[in-house]
């Protein structure tokens, strides 16, 4: 039977009146992404997926040493629960604004620069412990945020103009220089703008500042037919080895942190640092690493290897022992950093802090003020209440005895949660060390005898990360017997594909997901997967990681083209792989 028709009227077509921003605007690809995370049984290695007790885990030295040994994280380092109850009361008679926590101011119509208990104690913490050396007179100020993406498009916002190629002459565009291989909900949000996107070529540190490619001839040699000389940097600066960028996962050292800022004031460039991972710095892969293939260790940054807080110290271990932010370095104000709970608390918090110049942070807040006016108040009041701890009677905090963590306690946390992700980056990286090589046998025969022959073959290799929660792979797919008969970006969808199969059962982010370029795409995006080994319980990590192994393993003993053809053919999405960067 016909359905009848519905007697409502369809909506008018509206998109003649959206803006040549929201008309530019694309699907994100890495919300896109989530959808795979409800596969049955997939172990998550593409990663972004109560209150806990301040010990809950074991944290690991500060000094690089032998790869840490295995701590339970069901039970906190003393043998104590590992959680307690956070409770935010309905009012409170404290009369200090800026430690009265309770749900009657929190859940009004707030301030734009944050809740007045969360935002003094992370102005105060932000300046006196993170970064206790800022150059600049009278130190920067910060604004609380939704989150680094908010801080982000804010920044851009405030520091760049809108441009279109219709309306707009090519001389007025504006540019963004990003690292290589960039995190792309930041792409993503700068790209509808208008704004150039402008790669720069990193090396196992990350960014370079000299050489071919490096920032120095980008800036340099800039075609101004392209438009304007860019005069923002988006970085992650947990970068390529040493702190964790996304989705490379190093750390960039404080001497290139200093080249690649002597051209930002040479070319009057802003550096926007994104640096969710900062407490995730891993002393102990500046060994591990160069044990594990016989070379000489490192001389880039290397978290735990002194105190960088001279002259001021942050009065914690710890914080000194982690390698500094550009805020170290900044004399002239020109460094936007985006900070985040989402890695240290929870990504549904979205919450977050942007810390800058005074100057700079009151324009953002006039940006605030008419956009997204303030976080979520339940959000700021739990978060507030756990750390700062009640000053009610009728409050409970994150700590023991009802009491907050304080900062004491929350600098034990993050030290206790880069222990947690440092051993499953450990086992992680012993595992695909192992295996990362097939070995194949076979007969040759001489003049005078038949031999029996076993021959190793480089599937992929990594750098082990000094930061970060990503292993960032690279794929030796010259090596696969069908490299010579199969397109390459074919084949490298394919073992994507493959190790997403029942058999195996593992899900990783193909590097095309943070190609900023349809050139990078085209050109090496299919020869990279990132792995992530803070998506997994820690428990799996060494199960998900072994079946990784054994799936490449397998899908390079393949020899016959329709094996092939038939995995890249499985619909699990052509878009995800291929991710057309317009």
């Not at 694309?26 to 049984?41: L, N």
């Not at 309770?102 to 006196?128: I, V």
Request: with cysteine.
């Amino acid at each position: 039977m016909a359905q009848a028709p519905s007697p409502r009227p369809d909506p008018v077509d509206l998109s003649h009146h959206y803006s040549r921003v929201t008309k530019n605007r694309g699907a994100s690809q890495v919300k896109d992404f989530y959808k795979y995370f409800s596969i049955p049984g997939i172990g998550n290695l593409a990663g972004e997926g109560a209150a806990a007790l301040t010990d809950r885990f074991k944290p690991t030295p500060n000094q690089p040493v032998d790869p840490p040994l295995v701590a339970p994280s069901s039970v906190s380092s003393s043998g104590e629960p590992i959680s307690s109850r956070v409770v935010v009361p309905k009012t409170s008679e404290n009369t200090d604004v800026f430690h009265k926590i309770d749900l009657k101011s929190a859940l009004q119509y707030g301030q734009a620069q944050g809740y007045p208990p969360l935002f003094s104690y992370l102005r105060q913490f932000t300046r006196e412990n993170m970064h206790p050396n800022i150059p600049y007179a009278k130190g920067p100020d910060i604004i609380i945020t939704c989150g680094s993406t908010d801080g982000f498009a804010k920044t851009i916002e405030a520091l760049s103009n809108v441009w279109d190629k219709d309306h707009d002459r090519l001389d007025e565009r504006e540019g963004l220089i990003v690292e290589e291989f960039s995190y792309m909900n930041a792409i993503q949000a700068a790209r509808p703008r208008g704004l150039n996107i402008v790669p720069v070529n990193i090396d196992d540190e990350g960014m370079k500042a000299g050489g071919k490619g490096g920032l120095e001839d980008v800036l340099e040699n800039w075609d101004e037919s392209k438009g304007k000389r860019p005069h923002l940097i988006y970085t992650v600066t947990l970068a390529k080895t040493l702190i964790g960028q996304n989705p490379t996962s190093g750390i960039l050292s404080v001497e290139r942190r200093k080249e690649i800022y002597a051209l930002c004031c040479k070319y009057d460039v802003v550096i926007i640092e994104d640096d969710p991972y900062w407490y995730l710095q891993y002393p102990s892969a500046k060994r591990s690493y160069p044990a594990s293939r016989a070379v000489q260790e490192s001389r880039g940054a290397v978290p735990g290897a002194r105190n960088f807080n001279t002259p001021n110290s942050s009065g914690y271990p710890f914080l000194d022992s982690l390698v500094p932010s550009y805020l170290s370095i900044d004399i002239e104000g020109r460094v936007v950093r985006l900070d985040t709970f989402s890695k240290t608390v929870a990504p549904g918090s979205r919450l977050g802090w942007i810390t800058a110049q005074p100057a700079l942070c009151e324009r953002l807040l006039r940006i605030t003020e008419t956009s997204t006016q303030q976080p979520s108040g339940f959000v700021q009041s739990v978060v507030g209440q756990m750390i700062i701890g009640p000053h009610d009677p009728n409050g409970r905090g994150g700590g023991k005895d009802d009491a907050g963590w304080e900062t004491d306690g929350w600098v034990r946390w993050l030290e206790g949660l880069r222990g947690n992700y440092e051993r499953r980056m450990q086992t992680m990286c012993n595992i695909l060390e192992s295996g990362k090589q097939l070995l194949k046998s076979g007969r040759r025969q001489s003049m005078t005898d038949d031999w029996s022959v076993v021959e190793t073959v480089p599937m992929y290799d990594f750098v082990w990360p000094l930061g970060g929660m990503f292993v960032w792979i690279k794929l030796n797919l010259k090596t696969h017997p069908l490299w010579k008969k199969i397109d390459h970006e074919k084949l490298g969808r394919a073992l994507w594909v493959y190790l997403t199969t029942d058999k195996y059962l593992v899900l990783v982010a193909p590097g095309s997901l943070f190609a900023p370029t349809e050139e990078i795409r085209v050109g090496k995006g299919w020869s990279f997967f990132r792995i992530c080994f803070a998506a997994v319980d820690e428990p799996d990590v060494a199960k998900t990681s072994h079946r990784f192994v054994e799936g490449c393993k397998s899908f390079w003993r393949k020899k016959n083209v329709g094996d092939i053809e038939e995995s890249a053919a499985l619909d699990l999405d052509d878009d995800t792989f291929n991710l057309v960067q317009c």
